[in-house]
C-alpha cells in the first residue's frame, strides 16, 4: 500500500513539472522519474495514459498468501473475476470474458504466452514477482491477435543492486506461508546479486495442499502440488549493453474439482493434470542511445508444455505432449521533441505435433487418447508503430497501428483412423490457411485542471482461431465430448469505446470508466441437444458493456481506503439472448490503518446475484448474491532487531463468517445438480492463513 501511495506521489509530482501550467510548484523532496509499463508500451506516468491500467506493487504481493494462485491476487482489480475449477485451477474473467476463450493474453516481461490458456495461470508463483500490469481493455494494435479484453503483464524481479561492485551472491528465504482451509505449506527461497557487471537472480519455489473445505463440505479433488524454479541473469558491459537471459522450469500437478471438463457428478469422474510440465527460455539484448533508437530491446526465446490429462475411474489419458512456442520481438525506442514512439517486429510460432508413441505410467494402455489432433503450426507476424504525443500542457494523444500475418498449417492424412471422412475432407481441404488483419487505437488524455482527467479510447481488435479450435482438440479439456472440426472458422472482430473520468493527487485516486465493445464473428463452442458432440462456430454478433470503479486514498497518512467495482451487460445479438457467464455486479472494499511496525486491514468481497437471473438457461443457472469478509495482521520484525529490517509476517482469517459462496462467472455443467461435488465450486470457506515475507 504505502508503494502504491508514494509511487501515485511521484505520478502527480510528474503531472505537475509536465503537464499542468507553468508556475505550479511541486514539492522538492520527491525526485521525478519515468514509469514503464509494459503491456502498453509507454513511459507516460497512469495519470496520463488512455487505456485502464492497475498495478499491483510488491508489498502487496508479499502480503498475499497464495492459496488460490495468482488468480486470486488478480481479482483484486476490477474488471477481473477468478472463474475457480479447483484449489489452483481455474481461469479469469476479464470484462465478461473468461481466458479460455483466449480473448485476453497473459506476458511475462512483456514476452507472451501461450499454449496453455486453461492452464497458465497454475505455473506462476506470485512470490518471483516484482509487480503485476493489468491493462483492461483490447490492445490487439500492439500485441496482435487475442489481446482483445485486456492484458496482464506479470513482471519478474531481478538484482537491482550495484553491478559495479565486487561480485558477491546471497542465499535469502523470500516468503513462507501456510493455510488451513487446505493445509497449504509454500515458500521461495533466492540466490541474488551480482557485480564485475552482472547482475543475477536464481530462485526456487515449492507448495502443496490438499482438498480444500467449504462451509458445506470439502471439495473433492482440489488438492495441488507445485515446483520449480527459475533464473534471470544478466550483464552489462562498459557501454551500457546488457545481455540477459531468462529460464522457467515448473511441474504442477492439479486436479479439476469443477467447471467444465472437470468433475460434475463426482465420483463419476475425476480429472487431473498429471503432471503439466513448462520449459522456457528467453535470451535478448538491450542497448541504449543508438541515433535511430533510445533504447533496443531485442530477444528470442521458446517455451515448452507437457500435459497429462487423466480421467478416472475409466483410466482414460489424454496426453498432450511435444507442444512448443517459438518467439522473438526487436523494438525501439525514440523520443521526438513532443513524440515518444515505440516500433517494431514481433513473431511467435506455435508448434503442435501428433502423439505417435505414448507410454502411460497411470493410465491403461487401450484407454491412451490418440487422436486429439493432427499436427498443426500457427504463426503470428506482426508490425507495430505506437505514439504517445503531448499536443500541448494538457492534452495528450496516444495512437497505434499493427498489422498481423497468420499462418495456419494442419498436416494432411490423420496419424490415426478414427477421423470420420466428412472430418478427413474438410481438414485436408484446409491444410494451409492465411488471415490477415490490420488493427488500430486511438487515446486521448485531456486534463481539466490539477486533478481532474478525461480519458476517450477507440480501438479495433481481432483474433483468428486457433489450429485446435479448428480441428477437433476438446474444449475446456473435457473428454466426454467429442468435437466436430470445423476448419473454415472466420476471425473474430471486436470495436471498442472506452471513456473514463479521473480525479487525482499525491494521495488520492478515482476513476470511473465505461465501456462498450462490439464483436462481430464471434467464435464459441455449440453442443448438439444429445450432448455429446461440440464444435467450435462463428455466431454472429455479441455486445459487453459495462463500467468500472477505482479508488484508492490515504488519510493522515495511517488510513488507507481502497475500492474496486465492476457492472457488465452482455447480449447476444444474433440469438436474441443474454450472453453467457457474465457477472453483473461485484466489488471490493479494504480498508487498513497503520501503526508503527503494525498494519491491521479488513476486505469486504461481494457479488450480487440477484441480477444474476438474466442468464443463457442453455448453459447456467440463476446465482444467489454473497459477502466474504477478510480480517488482516501484519508486524514489521524490524521491531524486533535491525537485522531483520523489510521482515514481515502477516496473519489472518479469510471468509471470516464462513459464508457460501457461487462465482456467477464460473463454467459449469447443466446434466449435473447444483451442489457441492457439481459445479459452479463452492468457494473455500473459513480460512486460517500465515505468512512470513522479506522485501529485499
Known amino acids: 500500500m504505502k508503494i502504491f501511495y508514494s509511487t501515485a506521489f511521484v505520478f502527480s509530482a510528474m503531472l505537475a513539472q509536465e503537464v499542468l501550467p507553468q508556475g505550479t510548484s511541486v514539492p522538492e523532496t520527491y525526485q521525478l522519474q519515468k514509469i514503464v509499463t509494459q503491456s502498453s508500451m509507454s513511459e507516460l506516468p497512469l495519470e ?28 483484486q482489480t476490477p474488471g477481473v473475476l477468478y472463474s ?71 513482471r519478474t524481479r531481478r538484482f537491482r543492486g550495484d553491478i559495479h561492485q565486487s561480485f558477491s551472491l546471497t542465499p535469502k528465504i523470500r516468503a ?39 462451509p458445506i463440505g470439502v471439495a473433492k479433488n482440489s488438492a495441488f502440488d507445485v515446483y520449480g524454479g527459475d533464473f534471470n541473469i544478466g550483464y552489462t558491459n562498459a557501454h551500457s549493453t546488457r545481455f540477459y537471459t531468462q529460464g522457467r522450469y515448473t511441474h504442477v500437478v492439479s486436479r479439476r474439482a469443477g467447471g467444465l471438463g472437470a468433475a460434475p457428478g463426482y465420483p463419476v469422474k475425476i480429472t487431473r493434470e498429471d503432471p503439466i510440465v513448462e520449459k522456457y527460455l528467453r535470451v535478448g539484448i538491450e542497448s541504449f542511445e543508438l541515433g535511430f533508437a533510445d533504447k533496443l530491446d531485442g530477444y528470442l526465446y521458446v517455451r515448452k508444455y507437457d500435459t497429462d490429462i487423466y480421467s478416472n475411474p475409466a483410466g482414460t489419458l489424454q496426453p498432450v505432449i511435444n507442444s512448443y512456442i517459438f518467439g522473438g520481438r526487436l523494438a525501439g525506442d525514440k523520443r521526438i521533441k513532443a513524440h515518444s514512439l515505440v516500433y517494431g517486429v514481433d513473431f511467435y510460432s506455435s508448434l503442435n505435433p501428433q502423439v505417435k508413441v505414448y507410454k502411460p505410467q497411470k493410465a491403461i494402455a487401450q484407454n491412451v487418447i490418440k487422436t486429439l489432433y493432427r499436427p498443426s503450426v500457427t504463426t503470428d507476424m506482426g508490425l507495430f508503430i505506437k505514439d504517445d504525443w503531448n499536443v500541448f500542457d494538457p492534452w495528450v494523444l496516444s495512437a497505434s497501428v499493427r498489422g498481423d500475418y497468420v499462418l495456419t498449417l494442419i498436416k494432411k492424412h490423420p496419424h490415426f483412423s478414427t477421423e470420420t471422412p466428412e472430418a478427413s475432407r474438410l481438414l485436408d481441404e484446409n491444410s494451409v490457411i492465411h488471415n490477415g488483419a490490420l488493427t488500430g487505437a486511438l487515446g486521448s488524455v485531456f486534463f481539466f485542471s490539477e486533478n481532474f482527467s478525461n480519458a476517450i479510447n477507440l480501438s479495433h481488435n481481432f483474433r483468428v482461431p486457433s489450429a485446435g479450435a479448428r480441428m477437433n482438440s476438446s474444449p475446456a479439456g473435457d473428454l466426454r465430448l467429442e468435437v466436430i472440426p470445423n476448419p473454415t472458422l472466420k476471425p473474430e472482430y471486436s470495436d471498442t469505446i472506452e471513456v473514463s473520468f479521473r480525479a487525482h493527487n499525491p494521495n488520492h485516486w478515482v476513476s470511473l470508466t465505461g465501456f462498450f465493445t462490439y464483436y462481430t464473428d464471434l467464435i464459441t463452442t455449440k453442443t448438439t441437444q444429445a450432448g455429446v458432440h461440440n464444435q467450435y462456430v462463428n455466431i454472429g454478433e455479441v455486445y459487453i458493456a459495462g463500467a468500472e470503479l477505482e479508488g ?60 444474476k437471473a438474466r442468464i443463457d438457461p442453455t448453459q447456467e443457472r440463476p446465482t444467489k448474491s454473497y459477502a466474504m469478509s477478510d480480517v488482516y495482521i501484519g508486524w514489521d520484525l524490524e521491531s524486533l532487531s535491525k537485522d531483520f529490517k523489510h521482515m514481515q509476517v502477516v496473519m489472518g482469517v479469510e471468509n471470516a463468517f464462513d459464508v457460501v459462496g457461487r462465482n456467477p462467472a464460473t463454467v459449469e455443467d447443466l446434466k449435473y445438480p447444483n451442489d457441492l461435488v457439481s459445479n459452479p465450486l463452492v468457494e473455500p470457506g473459513r480460512n486460517f492463513v500465515l505468512k512470513y515475507a522479506y522485501q529485499y
Open 48 to 75: 496520463e495514459q488512455s487505456k485502464s491500467i492497475s498495478v499491483i506493487p510488491q508489498e502487496e504481493i508479499l502480503q498475499n498468501v497464495s492459496t488460490g494462485g495468482i488468480q486470486s491476487l488478480l481479482e
Open 84 to 154: 475457480r475449477s479447483g484449489g489452483i485451477n481455474g481461469q479469469l474473467s476479464v470484462r465478461g470474458m473468461n481466458s479460455n476463450d483466449t480473448r485476453s493474453i497473459v506476458l511475462l516481461d512483456g514476452v507472451r504466452v501461450s499454449g496453455r490458456n486453461t492452464l497458465e495461470f497454475n505455473t506462476f508463483d506470485p512470490n518471483s514477482l516484482e509487480s503485476i500490469e493489468v491493462l483492461r481493455g483490447p490492445a490487439s494494435s500492439l500485441w496482435g491477435s487475442d489481446a482483445m479484453n485486456g492484458v496482464i503483464n506479470l
Open 176 to 214: 513462507v506461508d501456510f493455510a488451513s482451509v487446505n493445509k497449504y505449506v509454500g515458500g521461495r527461497a533466492e540466490l541474488i546479486g551480482g557485480g564485475n557487471g552482472w547482475d543475477i537472480l536464481v530462485g526456487g519455489n515449492i507448495k502443496t495442499a490438499q482438498d480444500y473445505t467449504t
Open 552 to 611: 484508492r486514498h490515504m488519510f493522515l497518512d495511517t488510513l488507507h481506503l481502497d475500492y474496486a467495482a465492476t457492472y457488465t451487460y452482455a447480449q447476444d445479438v444474433t440469438n436474441k439472448r443474454p450472453y453467457r457467464y457474465i457477472a453483473p455486479l461485484y466489488g471490493r472494499v479494504s480498508l487498513q490503518y497503520d501503526l508503527k511496525g503494525w498494519f491491521f486491514r479488513f476486505v469486504e468481497r461481494a457479488y450480487l446475484g440477484k441480477f
